[in-house]
Nanobody, 122 residues
């Protein structure tokens, strides 16, 4: 099974950018579609972005479309989330997840990381 570890979170001012990374190990990375989720205090975890195992197909939540970009480097076993034009409402713990399937999904992920905190100040 695959393990995933997120990094790259931090504190940023509104309008700024961050890039999250998710490193995978223990499995054949290219066999997994990947996703990013987030959970803000007092709220349920929500889908942010997903990418197929080939990297060709992506999907975004409406709230981040046009601001966030998901990508993957199968040679480095890593998936990224580039976050631009950050807003205070983007503040959350961001989680990386893997699903043993070729296709993008907004749910049904098998493996999860521990999360990385993103805080956007006004």
């Amino acid at each position: 099974q695959v393990q995933v570890v997120e990094s790259g979170g931090g504190l940023v001012q509104a309008g700024g950018s961050l890039r999250l990374s998710c490193a995978a190990s223990g499995g054949t990375f290219r066999n997994y579609a990947m996703g990013w989720f987030r959970q803000a205090p007092g709220k349920e975890r929500e889908f942010v972005a997903g990418i197929s195992r080939s990297g060709i197909v992506t999907d975004y939540a409406d709230s981040v479309k046009g601001r966030f970009t998901i990508s993957r480097d199968n040679a480095k076993n890593t998936v990224y989330l580039q976050m631009n034009s950050l807003k205070p409402e983007d503040t959350a713990v961001y989680y990386c997840a893997a699903r043993q399937s070729p296709s993008v999904s907004r749910n049904s992920y098998d493996y999860w990381g521990q999360g990385t905190q993103v805080t956007v100040s006004t």
